[in-house]
Each structure stands twice: as structure tokens, then as C-alpha cells.
């Protein structure tokens, strides 16, 4: 049977009311002059509910429905290159639920070109809205995931570590990381540009103390041609490598305070110059920095600049040492296990109950460091296929070895063979004895405060340790 548009009108209107879009015109004021029977069924709204009515009827929150129309339809409108005008639109259905349109509407215009209305269509796209935005937050869950599983613990302090990379991470806060050596604060520091905004561009890590402090300078800025002996041609520097992305700086307390200067200068500026030129360049650049030490007490010896502590000392955040979270040591180990017997193809895969008991009493001075480093030691010698109390490192099966510690002042751990030997009283020369008997002094009006001597008597506290040390000073 075939069908005649022209002998029977109501066959086109039939099939449009069939088709699974919404059909429907406007007057020029926006109100709705016709409405399909598909766009009833996506939206729940009848002729007689829309008929006459203004097309903002349908708003949702903030957008009005089709709240673009009235100036679409007005004479200043910008016309697209089909005439053809494709929107999205955020509209309420009749019973309350929220929908996501995709909209086209071709103006109608008179003989003169003035706009007298408009037709229009619409299909619902809100099942394909909200699974694009289950995926998408499926991807920020992975990469989270992918981007915290170095840094393995089920314990309190790192449930809290995680929850402060994560706030690090919605903003572009300048984070300060602290933690004992081996604490993990590199991967601390690139879990944060993994899972931000920046994740797509650069993340450059620098280690401060690697690098001689005169060509530091030209390292973080870059330089131009001639600008010292050796420099043949321009250079761009760390800070322009990672625009748009994060440079983190490790060891920063080993700075110079000049340098920490003009650091505090381009933090404030958001610009660099490069060694050799006055001409300013922009940079957008997320700053991370990471410390071993206690920086304030840097700053009480004058070596660290207190504008510069508090400029980069903004959202802390503090790794724990391995001792003060056992609870993730047998995690830990594990991982490292697998990581490195599916690298080496070998069948270990489990510890002696004694190994793992060990490795729990430890101490730890290295952290997660001394730990991956004690897996790998025991997978060399291993002979089965597990890791016995036998082949860990001897430091570690030999629970004297851990007297051969002892935890500085500033937190980390040396061993006690690098303290000068103890000289007994009856040796001391006249000098030594003078000495002696001072340190003992300031030591009596500080109450036993090593800290507080060693300030009033102008030494750095691995000086006074030393010398506490050397003369059996208890």
C-alpha cells in the first residue's frame, strides 16, 4: 500500500507522533503551537499541558527548559552555518525526574526574514548521560586506585595519609611532605599529579641535594646562550619542562637560602628568568615539596628562610615511619614479594612464620625502603619456595643488630659505630675536661634538654650528640 502525503495530511502527522523524538513549534514569543505525541511519551507532558505556554516551562534547577529559544528566535540571534541551532537541555519531566535532551531548531521566518517561530525536535540521551558519567567515575576510582598502590597500609595513619593526598588533589594547594627517609614521599607526591587536573601534563621530580647549588639555579630556571662559562646555547629549565603540571622538590631543605629567595620570588610572581635575562616568562606550575628534616629548626639556626617555610608550608602532609604502622608490615612484604618473584619468574611465594615474625619485631630505621630492600636481599638467597628467618639480612634475623642503632635528633637512625669512641674521664686532656665539664653544666640548667644546650652553646644537635657521645655523657 503506498502512502500519499498530499490526498491524506493526517499520515505525515501520524507518523511523526510514531517516531521515537519529540516534535514541537513555537510562536515568535516561545510559546509551544504544537506538541508530538513522542515528545508526551519522553517528557509525560500532553498537548494540553504545554499549548500556549511559555517553552521555559520545563525547567530543571538553574536551566530553563528551553530557555534559549526566545533568543534564539530573536532578530539579533546569531544564525549557525545550516540554521540550524543543536543544544542540550536539562529539563523536568511531569513527574519530577530529571532529563538530558538533545535539541535541533531551525528558525521559520516570514517573506521580510523576520523570525515568526520555530520547529524543533528532541530525543532523551539521559541513559547515555548518566553511563558516560558512571564511566567517568569509574576511570577517577582506577586512577586513584592505580596511583595510591604504592603506597600500601590498611593502618589509622595512612588511612589519614590517603585522605589528605586526596584533598591535595582538588586543588592546586601548594603541599609540603614530610617524613623519615624511605617513607615513600615521591610516590606520595606523584599519587596527588595523578589523581588532579594536571594529571595530563608533566610531573618533574627534582632531588635538591643532588645537585651542586650554583647549577641548581640554572636547573629549576634554565638559562640563555653565554650566561656563564659553558653555556652555548639556551636552555629551558625544570619550571618550564612542567608547566601546566607539578615539579616537586625533594630535600628542599637543602636549598641555600639565597635560592630559597628566589624561589619565593617565583612562587609569588607565577614567573621565572632565566639565568642570564631580565625578561620575565609566565609558568603555571604546581609546586609539591618534601623534607626529611625539621625545617624549623633550620630556621632557628638561620639556615632556612622562615617567608619561604610558610610560603611552600601551606597543606601538610606527614608519611609515618614503618615502626609507628607494624600493622602494615606483613601487607607490605607481601606486595614486595609478589612485585619481585613475577619480575625474577620464581615460585617464592609466602614466609616462614618466624621470617614474618621478625620482620614484624623489627624496628625498621629505613622504613619502607630497608623493607623492600630486605625482600629483595632474601629472594637471592631463598632455596624453596618461601623466605625462611635465614635468608634475611643479617641486621634483621640478628635481634642484637638492633642495639647498633640509635635514633637522632632530627628523627632518622644511624648506626652507633659512626659516634666517636668514648674516652674515659681518666684520659681526657686539660681541653677535653673543660669541656666535659661545660657540657655537663648547660645540661644541668637545661634539665637533660640536648636541644636546648646545643642552641645555648651554638652547636648543631648531631654536634652535641657527638659530643655527648664521646665523652659518656648520659
Known amino acids: 500500500m503506498e502512502l500519499d502525503y498530499q490526498k491524506d495530511p493526517s499520515l505525515l502527522a501520524k507518523l511523526i507522533d510514531g517516531m521515537p523524538v519529540g516534535f514541537f513549534t513555537v510562536n ?30 520545563l525547567g530543571a534547577g538553574q536551566q530553563k527548559g528551553f530557555g534559549s529559544l526566545p533568543e534564539i528566535l530573536s532578530a539579533h540571534s546569531p544564525s549557525t552555518a545550516d540554521g540550524v541551532h543543536r543544544q542540550e537541555y536539562k529539563v523536568l519531566a511531569r513527574d519530577g525526574r530529571a532529563l538530558q535532551l538533545h535539541g535541533s531548531i531551525r528558525l521559520l521566518r516570514d517573506d521580510l526574514g523576520k ?32 596511583a595510591f598502590e604504592q ?51 608533566p610531573f618533574i621530580a627534582v632531588r635538591c641535594s643532588a645537585i651542586p647549588d650554583p647549577l641548581l639555579e640554572s636547573e629549576l630556571f634554565g638559562h640563555v646562550e653565554g650566561a656563564f662559562p659553558g653555556a652555548v646555547r639556551d636552555q629551558v629549565g ?27 620570588r617565583v612562587l609569588q610572581e607565577r614567573g621565572i628568568r632565566r639565568v642570564g635575562s631580565d625578561k ?7 609546586i609539591i615539596a618534601a623534607t626529611s628534616k625539621d625545617v624549623r629548626e633550620q630556621i632557628s639556626r638561620g639556615e632556612f628562610r622562615e617567608d619561604f617555610y610558610y610560603r611552600i608550608h601551606v597543606f601538610d602532609i606527614r608519611l609515618p615511619p614503618l615502626r609507628d604502622r607494624r600493622e602494615d608490615v606483613t601487607l607490605l612484604a607481601n606486595q614486595f614479594l609478589r612485585e619481585i618473584s613475577s619480575r625474577q619468574v620464581r615460585a617464592v611465594n609466602s614466609f616462614s612464620r618466624d621470617a614474618m615474625q621478625r620482620l614484624l619485631d623489627y624496628d625498621w630505621p629505613g622504613n619502607v625502603r630497608e623493607l623492600r630492600n630486605a625482600i629483595e636481599h632474601a629472594m637471592t638467597t631463598v632455596a624453596d619456595n618461601r623466605i625462611t628467618l635465614f635468608d634475611l639480612p643479617s641486621e634483621i634475623r640478628n635481634p642484637s643488630a638492633r642495639r647498633n642503632f640509635q635514633r637522632m635528633p632530627d628523627g632518622t637512625r644511624r648506626i652507633k659505630s659512626t659516634a666517636p669512641a668514648t674516652i674515659p674521664v681518666d684520659k681526657l686532656t686539660p681541653k677535653q675536661r673543660e669541656e666535659r665539664d661545660q657540657l655537663l653544666r648547660v645540661l644541668e640548667e637545661t634539665g637533660g634538654n640536648k636541644t636546648a644546650a646545643a642552641r645555648i652553646l651554638g652547636f648543631s644537635r648531631v654536634t652535641m650528640w657527638k659530643k655527648v657521645s664521646k665523652y659518656g655523657i648520659d
Request: charged share 25%.
Open 151 to 201: 603506597l600500601i597500609g590498611a593502618s589509622q595513619p595512612m588511612q589519614e595519609v590517603y585522605r589528605r593526598l586526596r584533598l591535595a588533589a582538588q586543588t592546586d594547594v601548594t603541599a609540603f611532605i614530610s617524613g623519615e627517609p624511605g617513607t615513600g614521599k615521591e610516590t606520595a607526591a606523584r599519587a596527588i599529579h595523578s589523581v588532579s587536573d594536571r594529571r595530563a601534563k
Open 28 to 57: 515568535e514569543l516561545g510559546e509551544f503551537v504544537s506538541w508530538s505525541d513522542g515528545a508526551t511519551r519522553i517528557t509525560g507532558y500532553s498537548r494540553e499541558d504545554v499549548l500556549g505556554r511559555s517553552c521555559t516551562m
Open 238 to 264: 625544570m619550571f618550564e619542562a612542567a608547566d601546566g603540571g607539578t615539579l616537586f622538590l625533594d630535600e628542599i631543605e637543602e636549598v641555600s637560602p639565597l635560592l630559597q629567595l628566589k624561589l619565593l
Open 115 to 146: 523570525p515568526k517561530g520555530a520547529i524543533g525536535c528532541f530525543r532523551d540521551v539521559t541513559e547515555f548521560v548518566l553511563a558516560y558519567q558512571k564511566i567517568e567515575m569509574l576511570e577517577e576510582q582506577t586512577c586513584q586506585r592505580d
Open 280 to 286: 620575565p616568562v609566565p609558568i603555571d606550575v604546581r
